[in-house]
């Protein structure tokens, strides 16, 4: 498709300077910019260009004028069966099938690869998501950073990118969460062991805290009853992050999902790297100090307001461990790097990039670190709120989701969406064995595809030795060219959901050509009498069905053969 709209670009530069040429428009020393894209609806045609609307203001005419003189001068060329202009000066265009042709080969030849690019040629980046403290399981909320984490790091890859997937454990030790989970899990403990003590007052209060501290008392035993109070809470902050970290990747790989690398925030302060970092910034001049606290100027580099590194107790904010780490990013060698953060991190998405451009890591004109940031999610059952979890207390977990309606629903759903708007998820709905279901009507789709293909075999339909050099132009239904167009359109929607981290453009594709496909299905025969035309039918099935297969690969869900 990319090479059909540069060729589509190519032949309407000609027309319009071959029209100023003649004298059917004014002479411009140069176009501005302008599109060439599938139209929202099909009945529009295969392309159209909003060059007129562009033209209009520089050229002093109607849209519609300039739109007829580009018509009149379009060279001759193969590409093109039809062009005309639609209200207010668009100029659509009607194709001839050759490049869907071409699309349905490219499908079957390329097989896994079809959609990939090299764009990325193999530079260095890294995709860091979910990071959650360790003080519980993780939470509807995660689950949505791990699902678009985790397809965005697919998309890199399919264009070309080598990806490294980062968790940043959040688990520094003077930080008030932790030290409330540690206090938690060791009060817990006493308890169960018999001791009367006092639960404290800001603890974690879901029944998740006394499983933990049950595994603890069943591996140890009454061993740290006896520890001085210092030592026995440094032991619980140790075992709580232990115990909560080894969870969280357990509850991950089961949501598909596996790390290359673990980076704790405590590290950063036991190596010295914040430290280090807080003094890089004192001797670049851009630190003062007011109030006790020591400051960054961040507003020289874009931020609304400065911000505090050290606190007047002394203890650096999460702001500094962050420079830190994102330095230590910077180390590494990647060519850039993406972090997908909820919305409660919204406010410090400038303070970062104020950051990075004051140590030069970033520029001006481009942002080295790009940030995703999600909306909330919600969970209904039944046409009511689900708020609450007998697992995690006053959280739903992401055990819970996937208990309840399994990984690849779970996926697909958090994936429906784009991460800046919020998210309903029908549980009821997710559940469901029938074409309401939005993931089972996909999955539906691609066993239906292998579905067709069994039944050649079994009938060993003479068509199943023909389709990959079938005579395509025998596809003419109007059913059959819809299905070739959206099959044209994967590579680019791999691309675009790709470069703007955008996974939600791929599931709405998967939506769109299993629509085509189902009705594809309903509309025409595929193992028919006429062996030629079964042949072409078949290699339309085939590419959809490879088609199908990677988008949901690329979106961390299965792609059944049964169903």
Not at 162 to 174: A, F, G, H, L
Not at 200 to 222: F, H, M, Q, S, T
Not at 476 to 498: G, H, N
Request: charged share 30%.
């Amino acid at each position: 498709m990319r090479q059909v709209r540069e060729q589509l670009f190519a032949l309407v530069k000609q027309a319009v300077a071959d029209a100023m040429k003649s004298g059917d428009l004014p002479e411009l020393s140069e176009l501005p910019n302008f599109m060439v894209e599938p139209p929202p609806q099909e009945e529009f045609g295969d392309f159209a260009t909003n060059i007129a609307m562009v033209l209009a203001r520089p050229m002093k005419r109607s849209p519609m004028e300039i739109a007829n003189a580009i018509i009149r001068h379009l060279p001759p060329n193969d590409l093109v069966r039809k062009a005309e202009v639609a209200h207010p000066g668009f100029i659509n265009f009607l194709l001839t099938d050759d490049w869907l042709h071409e699309a349905v080969r490219e499908a079957i030849e390329k097989d896994e690869k079809f959609g990939h690019w090299d764009i990325g040629e193999g530079k260095k980046v890294q995709v860091e998501f979910v990071s959650a403290n360790p003080t519980g399981p993780l939470q509807i909320g995660n689950a949505r950073g791990g699902a678009l984490g985790d397809a965005i790091a697919n998309l890199l890859s399919a264009i070309g990118y080598k990806v490294e997937r980062e968790y940043y454990i959040n688990d520094v030790t003077m930080s008030t969460q932790v030290q409330n989970f540690g206090e938690s899990l060791e009060a817990r403990y006493l308890q169960l062991l018999g001791y009367d003590v006092p639960f404290p007052e800001e603890g974690y209060k879901g029944e998740y805290v006394i499983e933990l501290a049950r595994e603890i008392v069943n591996e140890y035993g009454d061993a740290f009853v006896n520890l001085p109070p210092e030592e026995r809470r440094r032991k619980f902050f140790d075992l709580a992050r232990e115990k909560i970290v080894a969870q969280h990747k357990s509850v991950l790989e089961r949501f598909g999902i596996v790390y290359d690398n673990w980076v704790s925030e405590q590290w950063l302060y036991d190596s010295g790297r914040v430290a280090q970092t807080i003094e890089l910034l004192k001797r670049k001049g851009l630190t003062y100090e007011e109030e006790g606290a020591l400051w960054m100027r961040t507003t020289d580099f874009g931020d609304q307001k400065d911000e505090v590194l050290v606190r007047r107790t002394g203890a650096p904010t999460y702001f500094a461990s962050d420079i830190a780490y994102h330095i230590y990013k910077h180390e590494r060698g990647y060519a850039f790097v993406v972090d997908v953060w909820g919305a409660d991190h919204y406010g410090h998405v400038p303070r970062m990039h104020a950051a990075l451009k004051a140590l030069g890591i970033e520029r001006e004109d481009e942002d080295w670190l790009k940030i995703v940031i999600y909306q909330l999610v919600r969970l209904v059952k039944g046409g009511e709120t689900v708020r609450l979890s007998k697992r995690a207390g006053e959280i739903v977990s992401l055990d819970d989701l996937l208990d309840w309606i399994g990984k690849d629903a779970a996926r697909f759903f958090l994936l429906m969406r784009s991460a800046d708007t919020h998210l309903d998820i029908d549980l009821d709905l997710a559940v469901k064995q029938s074409q309401e279901n939005p993931v089972f009507y996909v999955q539906y789709a691609h066993a239906r595809c292998c579905s067709i293909f069994r039944e050649a075999e079994k009938r060993n339909h003479p068509a199943l030795g023909e389709y990959r050099d079938a005579d395509l132009r025998l596809l003419s239904d109007e059913m059959e060219r819809r299905l070739m167009k959206a099959i044209a359109r994967f590579p680019e929607t791999v691309r675009e959901a790709a470069e703007k981290f955008s996974p939600h453009l791929l599931t709405q594709f998967t939506l769109q050509i299993a629509d085509k496909f189902h009705d594809f299905y309903e509309r025409c025969r595929v193992l028919g009498d006429d062996v030629k035309l079964s042949a072409a039918r078949l290699a339309l099935v085939k590419a959809t069905q490879v088609t199908i297969r990677n988008a949901l690969s690329l979106l961390g869900v299965s792609a059944p053969e049964a169903m």
